[in-house]
C-alpha cells in the first residue's frame, strides 16, 4: 500500500495550503490516516490525524487551531487544511495509514503504510 501526498509549495508567512493524501487503487475510507511532519535537521513529529469513520479527529497542539484534517469521500481523499502557516510550519510533509481495525496505544503511533513526503516551506 503506497500513500501519496500533494499540494505542498511556497507560501508566505500568514497564507494557506491544503494538502491531500489518496491511496491509489484503495478506498482511503477504509483506513484511519494521518499527517506527519519533518523538519530540516530535526525528528518527523505528528501533526493531525482522522479515525476510519472521520467523527474523530486529533490534532498536534502546535497546529491546534490552525489545521483542520477532512475526508473528501468523493475524491477518496484525506486533507489537510492548513491556515495561518508559520515558518516553523516549514517541513516535508507526510501522510501515513493504518488499515480499518488497527489498534494503536497512542495516535501519534499510527503508520503500517507511508508515501514520500510533499515539500511545504513558508517565507517570512
Known amino acids: 500500500v503506497q500513500l501519496q501526498a500533494s499540494g505542498g509549495g511556497l507560501v508566505q508567512t500568514g497564507g494557506s495550503l491544503r494538502l491531500s493524501c489518496t491511496i491509489p487503487?484503495?478506498?482511503?475510507?477504509?483506513?484511519?490516516v494521518g499527517w506527519f511532519r519533518q523538519a530540516p535537521g530535526k525528528e518527523r513529529e505528528f501533526v493531525a490525524a482522522i479515525g476510519w469513520s472521520g467523527g474523530s479527529t486529533f490534532y498536534a497542539d502546535l497546529i491546534k487551531g490552525r489545521f483542520t484534517i477532512s475526508r473528501d469521500n468523493a475524491k477518496n481523499t484525506v486533507d489537510l487544511q492548513m491556515n495561518n502557516l508559520q515558518r516553523a510550519d516549514t517541513a516535508v510533509y507526510y501522510c501515513?495509514?493504518?488499515?480499518?481495525?488497527?489498534?494503536?496505544?497512542?495516535?501519534?503511533?499510527?503508520?503500517?503504510?507511508w508515501g514520500k513526503g510533499t515539500l511545504v516551506t513558508v517565507s517570512s
Open positions: 487503487e484503495r478506498t482511503i475510507s477504509d483506513f484511519a
Open positions: 501515513a495509514a493504518d488499515p480499518r481495525g488497527r489498534k494503536r496505544g497512542a495516535i501519534e503511533d499510527m503508520g503500517d503504510y
